[in-house]
């Protein structure tokens, strides 16, 4: 059974895979701007002091998200 979590929820080290972004507006756009898309493959690579923000890699690149952006991104944990 998949399991699917707020990107902000996932610990470093974890992959998965975008199952949906649920912005809307500019935030959307944004988020889908940096590549986050349904079905990218994502990973954590890190987390400030404070948790926020937290670092990605995906596409042979990491990139920087907020935890407020990255509430609205739902991802399926891989095994």
Do not use: Y
Not at 7 to 14: E, F, K
Not at 19 to 27: M, R, T
Not at 36 to 53: E, F, N
């Amino acid at each position: 059974m998949d399991r699917i979590i707020n990107l902000r929820q996932m610990r470093i080290g974890q992959q998965g895979k975008i199952a949906a972004v649920e912005a809307l507006g500019e935030i959307s756009r944004r988020i889908r701007d940096m590549g986050l898309i349904p079905g990218t493959q994502v990973s954590v690579v890190g987390r400030a002091p404070l948790k926020d923000p937290v670092a990605l890699r995906l596409a042979g690149v990491t990139i920087s998200l907020r935890n407020n952006e990255a509430d609205h991104i739902k991802v399926v944990l891989e095994a």
